[in-house]
């Protein structure tokens, strides 16, 4: 293998480490200013975790949501992230983003493929706070048609397999409603009909789902507009080290099949190699727990934050939460591996509750993924591991499913048997089958099954949020979130702690450029997406809110590049 310094060379102006949602962003907007731009990906698939994330963006006064007539204001939203962000609020940064986010949506929507719905009902996860709002600021990429991609559909990273059915990705809001609704209703049944034979007929002509999705539409969409806009993506290409001249970052090496080739970047390289969840030095660095398992794609591990370190980055280390937790389920697999299922929905559905081993509750089960974890931590305090059991009856699971178990028709047995899902005739059976304290659990269950049979949640006021109700079920009433626990069969899914992406990243300034250790922009070094550290401070505000600033930065990164400002 030839030496870095006989090595091939590319030159660009624009060198981009990462295919997600920030480094397309980025790629996007310098090619449509006129730059040369280069995206290099280490896996052989491109898209990043976005690919497998829902593809929401959290961005308040977005157009969108302005459309629909929801109502909004940047006063509103950074009261928001001030109270969110505590002692972590970054002025300078939040201002850029909530003044550069609306731009960066019309402008994406204007100038690309990229389109989005809103999400009226899909509220701030905190809506009662100083500064929330029950609807508007997440929106997401608009179903899109993969065949648009021509052969780039196929290095496509495709959509997490455990959040998929039969290979098919079902989109938000309505569409996930007709699936609930499969056995109930006539329409919802023509609708899922039509969606699965398309996807049959799909997978037949294609291999693959063609209709993408939620994150894969958003990276979809995002690719092909780079592809037009003349961008060259590379996958299968690590970026080994920054290259550095007089001070100033000016490309890096790359490994191309397995050759090193020198590429230049005149104008300036961006970091969004996708964070470290998969990184287990720096996990065990920033973690507190030790078990974790994360979703996100095999290669983000950190790769961003070492070549920005290398060249003197700082590394935000003070955050409350490194990461953004979200409970998951370890799904077995026939060929013996294990998937890793995140749970977003289930947890806020009517006849659902949440245990810890000792059979007390310890949260509001219809809060965040974030919340949920933290809540969850505390309640393990004193035990052998952090989990939590989700647990509900028979008709509960019929109605919704648990977590990857799907809801009638579709059997409850191959679960059973692989150990995924556990059952008990009665309470005292499923806890001998989970390890549950029985008598506690049988307590619990008592006590909440009382006020629930009147959608009430006294302990916990389940259903309390609009965030709670827009997950909950619009059918039950007068909580669309709480119904008792109590026809047997009764079931229970094991919730350990996973990620949806790190918060801790590289320190930058307003323009998105990497700052080193003096607080200093780091000439030519700019950083987006989970490589860039949260504007968040560690906490999770609302849906989107890592998709939302990873465009905004990345857009705001190239424009700095190339010398906009206007």
Not at 318 to 338: F, H, I, L, R
Not at 402 to 429: C, D, M, Q, W
Not at 480 to 504: H, M, N, Q, S
Request: hydrophobic residues 40%; neutral net charge; proline residues 7%.
């Amino acid at each position: 293998m030839p030496q870095a310094d006989t090595a091939p060379t590319h030159a660009c102006d624009v060198l981009v480490i990462g295919s997600g949602a920030g480094g397309l962003s980025a790629a996007v907007t310098a090619a449509k200013l006129g730059l040369k731009v280069l995206v290099v990906e280490k896996e052989e698939v491109y898209g990043g975790t976005t690919a497998r994330s829902g593809g929401w963006l959290w961005i308040p006064c977005n157009g969108p949501a302005a459309r629909e007539g929801v109502v909004d204001s940047v006063d509103a939203a950074r009261t928001y992230l001030q109270h969110e962000t505590g002692n972590h609020f970054d002025a300078e940064r939040v201002d850029a983003f909530l003044d550069a986010g609306p731009k960066m949506v019309e402008f994406f929507e204007r100038e690309t493929e990229v389109e989005f719905v809103t999400g009226p009902t899909f509220s701030d996860y905190h809506p009662d706070a100083p500064g929330g709002v029950p609807g508007g600021r997440s929106i997401c990429a608009a179903p899109y048609d993969g065949r648009r991609l021509g052969a780039r559909l196929k290095t496509l990273r495709p959509p997490l397999k455990e959040i998929t059915f039969v290979g098919m990705m079902i989109g938000s809001g309505k569409e996930l409603l007709h699936f609930f609704n499969v056995t109930r209703s006539v329409k919802s049944a023509a609708f899922v009909a039509g969606k699965l034979a398309a996807h049959m007929r799909d997978l037949a002509l294609h291999g693959r789902a063609v209709r993408l999705t939620n994150g894969n539409a958003l990276a979809g969409r995002l690719a092909k507009s780079a592809f037009d806009a003349g961008v060259d993506l590379w996958v299968s290409s690590p970026a080994g080290e920054l290259t550095v001249e007089d001070g100033q970052v000016v490309g890096a090496v790359v490994s191309r099949n397995g050759t090193p080739v020198k590429v230049s970047a005149a104008k300036g390289v961006v970091l969004a190699a996708g964070g470290f969840p998969q990184d287990l030095d720096r996990r065990r660095q920033l973690f507190a727990h030790a078990e974790h398992f994360s979703p996100a794609p095999p290669g983000n591990t950190g790769d961003g934050l070492r070549l920005g370190e290398n060249v003197g980055a700082a590394v935000e280390l003070g955050y409350p939460n490194a990461a953004a937790w979200v409970p998951v389920s370890q799904v077995p697999w026939p060929d013996g591996t294990m998937g890793t299922f995140p749970h977003f929905i289930d947890r806020a559905k009517p006849g659902v509750i949440a245990t810890t081993a000792r059979g007390v509750r310890f949260v509001n089960e219809g809060n965040s993924y974030h919340d949920f974890i933290q809540a969850m931590v505390k309640a393990c305090d004193g035990l052998s591991e952090n989990a939590a059991w989700l647990i509900c009856d028979h008709p509960t699971i019929r109605r919704y499913g648990l977590g990857f178990v799907k809801p009638f028709p579709l059997p409850l047995t191959p679960h059973i048997n692989s150990g995924y899902l556990k059952r008990g005739r009665t309470l005292a059976e499923l806890a001998t089958a989970t390890g549950i304290d029985a008598a506690a659990l049988e307590r619990t269950v008592a006590e909440f099954n009382g006020p629930a049979r009147r959608g009430e949640d006294p302990a916990f006021h389940k259903g309390s949020t609009a965030y709670n109700r827009s997950l909950g079920d619009p059918t039950v009433t007068p909580n669309p979130c709480v119904a008792p626990v109590e026809r047997g069969p009764f079931y229970a899914v094991k919730l350990v702690i996973g990620d949806l992406g790190t918060f801790a990243g590289v320190k930058t300034d307003a323009n998105a450029q990497v700052l080193d250790k003096a607080g200093k922009p780091i000439p030519g070094l700019y950083a987006a997406g989970n490589d860039n550290a949260s504007i968040m401070g560690g906490n999770y505000p609302g849906g989107g809110i890592t998709l939302g600033p990873a465009m905004t930065f990345g857009w705001v990164a190239a424009r700095h590049i190339a010398g906009v400002s206007d």
